[in-house]
Structures are given as structure tokens and as C-alpha cells.
């Protein structure tokens, strides 16, 4: 992307300011047509609800239970599996976490416990905090910053 200017980019948030106004105007326009429609079919769109949401709530409480079900049963077994039934998959699945090196062990391998070996080693803060109490734990902490772009509509 080509570098901007102070200028060319006071000039581009304007646009958008400008555009997301449009929008918003146009989603207004928007919701008062469908307000306007609800409010002439209202009726006419209760009866729909009427006739389907009990037969969708009793399925999609049926169908909770079952996945209750199943999700303990694989939570119980605790080993990988898969089982295919008419078109879903319930499924154990290994995942490997995070890997973790326990300081200690870290400690004992480094010979030489130079800058580099200090640079690797961080502190769990709420850890430290109960350990040490947070107010040592401010004291002794940095707290680095950093600036997050945004842009946001003021009006």
C-alpha cells in the first residue's frame, strides 16, 4: 500500500465517516420497511410462527438431550473414536496442546545461563501476585505499550 499523507488520510476517514452515514441511513430506511411490513403482515406472520416453532422447539429440545448424551458418553470413554450415524459424526479427537517445559527442567539442561537464557525465561504474573503479592510484583514489573489503529464514527 502506497504511503499516505496526514492530509490524504484525514481525507479517507471523511469518506468513510461518509460512507458508514449512508449505510446507517440505508439500514434505517431498512428496518422501517420491515417494521412497516411486520406491522401489515404481523398477523399473517404470527400464524407461520404459530404452525412451526412448537414442532422446531420440540425437535430442537429432542435433539439437545440427545447431544447431552452424547457428548457424555464421549466425555466418560476418554479415548479417541469416531462413530458415523445417518449423517453426523460424534467424535473423541487427540489434539496436542501447547508445549510446556517445566522451569526447572530448563534450569538443569542450560549450562551457560547467559542473556539468551534469560530472554526465554517469562513469569506467570498471577502466580508471582500470589507468591511475592502484587503490589512487589508492580514494582518489579514493566509494563510495555503499544498504539492499536481504530476507526470509529463520532457522531
Known amino acids: 500500500m502506497a504511503k499516505m499523507t ?13 460512507l458508514s452515514f449512508r449505510i446507517r441511513k440505508l439500514e434505517d430506511a ?3 420497511a420491515v417494521k412497516t411490513f411486520n406491522d401489515a ?5 404470527a400464524a407461520i410462527d404459530e404452525a412451526h416453532d412448537p414442532k422446531i422447539f420440540a425437535l430442537t429440545s429432542e435433539r439437545a438431550v440427545l447431544e447431552r448424551q452424547v457428548i457424555a458418553w464421549l466425555e466418560e470413554y476418554r479415548k479417541p473414536v469416531t462413530i458415523d450415524a445417518g449423517g453426523a459424526t460424534a467424535a473423541n479427537v487427540e489434539k496436542a496442546g501447547n508445549r510446556v517445559l517445566p522451569p526447572q527442567r530448563f534450569f538443569d539442561y542450560c549450562k551457560e545461563k547467559n542473556g539468551q537464557f534469560w530472554e526465554c525465561v517469562t513469569i506467570a504474573i498471577g502466580r508471582a501476585d500470589a507468591f511475592l503479592g502484587k503490589q512487589a510484583v508492580t514494582e518489579l514489573s514493566d509494563k510495555p505499550t503499544k498504539i492499536e489503529a481504530s476507526l470509529t464514527l463520532s457522531k
Not at 41 to 45: I, S
Open 6 to 18: 496526514r492530509a490524504e488520510v484525514r481525507e479517507t476517514v471523511g469518506k468513510w465517516a461518509a
Open 30 to 32: 431498512k428496518g422501517k
Open 41 to 45: 403482515h404481523g398477523a399473517e406472520l
